[in-house]
């Protein structure tokens, strides 16, 4: 599991390895006890079977412990648990929407400031998808951004959020049930008609991070990739600032942010024609 | 009239009906309908077993290269559903069936003509879902959850619902018939605590049985109503609330997890005395073990759903709550060991599968464990670390029970031995490939892969390469599983004994092998010496 890159991710990470271990170390003596039991007690090298069949001590021994182990397993899980239910102190919130077969950003708040406007479709790359059609013939290694490969996991318009801030995440979605997941953040949280959940993050390192839907959600559930992409704080102000003056240009443009389902206008600078026509 | 047909048959005492469409349709013998279930569930496994392979297929490597991504989702669908309802369960009511009446020594199920309508249900019940596949729009493919709203989407609703409804009937009946016999048909002197741990399992996944289908009923009949007749109860547009399904079908769903866990601890508990030659460890703490489990079983259910969103008492809850099933299941770990320990043991087919089965199980209950553990869950729930944990589970737990069960008794159902040799060569062959199909799966989770996707980043690929090879493997040795049995049957000159295992104790091995048609017209007198847990003092 990856450590990640937020605040909160290390928890996840941590209470896994603490278990892992645990399991190991039980795996260790239960299975070292059942191979030595089997060569010691075959009946080819004479074992004779011993009649016993219970002891209360050894019984109460092996309850008792296995119940001390859960109880520190516990008192570290739940206060992993607490601080993330905790999403109070956040300063900026961000409006995730899952549809068949992309995700909607729409930023509300910023340092207790509304956000208009600022909301765009996020969809699976022109390349990936091209490549994932049904015999293509194109080979997955060669969906490249910079040497890494992204197949699958590259989106035609990232989130962009900055590091070092308290970012709330309220989640919804529009048609069927998704999953948010972004593994470095450490956690996943479903999208729900009707429902709107509520996540934090608090970045830790400017990066690129990756992930992809975790619920079943239909034909394209493999192909509904989040990349999110974290920079620091003054970049991000000054890439929101952009994105306001796009999004509310002096001309008497539509109104084009109201409608979910609509083009967004947000997303026409760069990757209009990218963000249009592709559905798997 | 084909009642008093069979009827006459009981009376002279003469063995199974010579028509063939009398013996085996209308059949009221427990012996006849569990080989009926045996021979489902094995051809059930292989038609569930098929669509894993096209799942494997699709994933050896990145892109997609064999099936479209609809028909990809279809085939997790209908493996699980198949797996589940088809192969897993109704091995378990064969096995009871066949099984229950020779330990207890009673002479039929309590209800015998329930008993074959019960069967009789599963094979229509399947046709009608696997019908769905070959119809216009396709099988469902929403996952054999069925979450809406994206389960109604699909074409098949209507005939999903309904042989889910078959099958729960057929479930209900079933575990009905078992709890009659096991309370109402012991042979006297066979006290609720001398029974074999086989029985207790049975008598107790009887009661989740009972207790959980209904629930599985109705969920899928409000998704009926939703699609169909303009309800709302899980449309948010309507008022409803789609995780209120969740709720609903995990209740159901945990239950049913341990029904399909809890006859395999049974099983196991039978043969690893058996070739250990000492009696099983601390037994009324095995049979306590299993009831709690059951009971733990109902106030977990909210630990498949830690991602929706619950409040956070909730998760606190149903977290703790899941932790105390290690308890219960560890006690019953460390009693096979310990009954393993001083014993004097061979390992012939059934205890290599027992033994594999505790020491994987073992493995599955450890990423149990770690998914339990909510705030690491949200890493990896719904990822194929998820997948990993119950493939091992039920794969290398339930189905590795039966197969075990299936090696224990096949001489005394057919009365010859089967072929050691292959029975020892399926065996390696299965864990040996079962461990390089399911173990990567861990890895890929861990990395991040999420489950029930037909295509993937190259990152992942030499993980699912490896996993793929294993499962081709696997599912070609279970094709040995195959030919031993039917070696076994037909063709073994091996005549079996009466009591085929130097170590095994208890009822059925007083009967002849093969068990004849009838079997405890009479009453047997039971002598405690004879039986497996005869004086219990624990």
């Known amino acids: 599991m990856t450590r990640g890159a937020s605040e909160w991710s290390p928890e996840a990470y941590f209470l896994n390895n603490v278990a892992l271990g645990v399991c190991v170390v039980i795996g260790i003596l239960v299975f070292g006890a059942m191979f030595i039991a089997m060569f010691r007690f ?31 397993l516990a008192y570290l899980a739940t206060g992993g648990l607490r601080t993330f239910a905790d999403t109070t102190g956040s300063e900026m919130t961000v409006k995730v929407t899952g549809y068949q077969w992309k995700w909607r950003y729409d930023y509300v ?75 470095a953040l450490g956690w996943k949280m479903d999208a729900i008609p009707g429902i709107v959940n509520a996540a934090w993050t608090n970045i830790t390192e400017p990066g690129v991070y990756r992930g992809q839907c975790a619920e079943l959600c239909g034909q394209d559930h493999g192909f509904m990739p989040i990349v999110v992409k974290a920079v620091p704080k003054e970049e991000f102000e000054k890439w929101l600032a952009d994105q306001q003056a796009q999004a509310n240009p002096p001309a008497p443009a539509a109104p084009a942010a109201a409608s979910t389902t609509a083009a967004p206008a947000t997303a026409q600078a760069t990757d209009a024609p990218v963000s249009q026509g592709h559905q798997g | 009239m084909a009642h008093d047909a069979t009827h006459d048959h009981h009376d002279d005492h003469h063995g199974a009906p010579s028509n063939f469409f009398v013996r085996w349709c209308m059949s009221t013998n427990h012996k006849d309908i569990g080989t009926l279930y045996l021979v489902f569930s094995l051809l059930m496994f292989f038609i569930g077993g098929s669509f894993a392979m096209v799942i494997r297929a699709e994933l050896f490597k990145p892109g997609l290269q064999l099936v479209q991504p609809y028909f990809f989702n279809e085939m997790t669908t209908m493996h699980a559903l198949v797996m589940i309802f088809g192969a897993v369960m109704p091995a378990f009511v064969g096995l009871g069936n066949w099984m229950i009446p020779l330990m207890i020594g009673a002479p039929d199920m ?100 009972i207790a959980v289908m209904p629930v599985l009923a109705g969920a899928v009949t409000m998704l009926l109503t939703d699609k169909y007749f303009g309800t709302s109860f899980f449309n948010a547009a309507g008022g409803g609330d789609p995780v209120l399904f969740q709720h609903i079908f995990w209740f159901f769903g945990h239950p049913e997890v341990y029904i399909m866990i809890l006859p395999a601890f049974g099983l196991v508990s039978e043969i690893i005395p058996t070739f250990a030659r000492k009696p099983i460890f601390g037994y009324k703490a095995m049979v306590f073990a299993i009831a709690s489990i059951a009971f733990l079983s109902f106030i977990v259910w909210a630990h498949h759903m830690f991602a929706v969103g619950l409040p956070l008492g909730g998760e606190i809850f149903f977290m703790y709550a899941t932790m105390l099933i290690a308890v ?95 029975g020892k060569m399926h065996f390696w062959n299965s864990v040996v490939w079962v461990n390089v199909l399911f173990f990567p799966q861990h890895f890929l989770g861990l990395a991040g892969m999420p489950r029930r996707i037909p295509d993937y980043n190259v990152a992942f690929a030499n993980f699912n390469m490896i996993s793929s090879i294993g499962g081709f493997l696997f599912g070609a040795s279970q094709l040995i599983f195959v030919g031993v049995i039917i070696h076994a049957v037909w063709f073994s000159k091996k005549k079996a004994l009466d009591r085929v295992w130097e170590g095994a104790k208890g009822l059925e091995w007083t009967v002849p092998s093969p068990a004849p048609f009838h079997t405890f017209e009479l009453p047997p007198v039971i002598h405690d010496e004879e039986l497996a847990h005869g004086h219990v003092e624990d």
């Open chain 1, 42 to 72: 075959r009946k080819s090298r004479g074992a004779v079977a011993e009649k016993w069949s219970h002891n209360t001590m050894l019984e109460i021994v092996w309850t008792t412990i296995p119940v001390i182990i859960l109880i520190v």
């Open chain 2, 328 to 422: 219960p299941t560890g006690v019953k770990v460390f009693n096979w060991v310990s009954t393993m320990w001083g014993g004097s043991m061979t390992f012939e087919t059934p205890m290599l599968f027992a033994i594999a089965f505790v020491i994987l199980f073992t493995i599955g209950g450890f990423s149990g464990l770690m998914l339990a553990l909510a705030p690491a869950d949200f890493q990896y729930h719904d990822s194929y670390f998820v997948v990993a944990h119950f493939h091992y589970v039920l794969v290398t737990g339930a189905i590795f029970a039966i197969i075990a069960g299936t090696y224990y008794w096949l001489p005394k159902w057919t009365g010859h031995m089967y072929s050691e040799f292959w």
């Open chain 1, 109 to 183: 708040d910023y340092k207790g400031k509304a956000i208009e406007k600022v909301g765009f479709m996020s969809k699976l790359d022109r390349e990936s998808d091209e490549t994932r059609q049904l015999n293509s013939g194109l080979d997955p290694n060669a969906v490249q951004v910079d040497g890494y490969n992204t197949y699958l996991i590259n989106v035609d318009k990232p989130l962009v959020v900055p590091v070092g801030v308290k970012i709330r995440f309220v989640i919804t979605a529009g048609d069927v049930i998704h999953s948010w997941w972004v593994p």
């Open chain 2, 110 to 209: 309590a209800l015998p003509r329930m008993n074959n309508l019960s069967f009789w249900i599963l094979p229509f019940a399947f046709a009608l879902l696997l019908s769905t596949l070959f119809l216009p729009g396709g099988g469902p493919a929403g996952g054999w959850t069925m979450y809406p709203p994206l389960s109604l989407q699909g074409d098949s609703v209507a005939y999903l619902v309904f042989a889910v409804h078959l099958m729960g009937i057929s479930s209900i009946m079933g575990a009905i018939n078992i709890i009659a016999t096991i309370l109402n048909m012991r042979a006297p002197g066979m006290d609720l605590l001398k029974m074999p741990v086989f029985v207790w399992s049975w008598l107790i996944t009887a009661f989740l049985l």
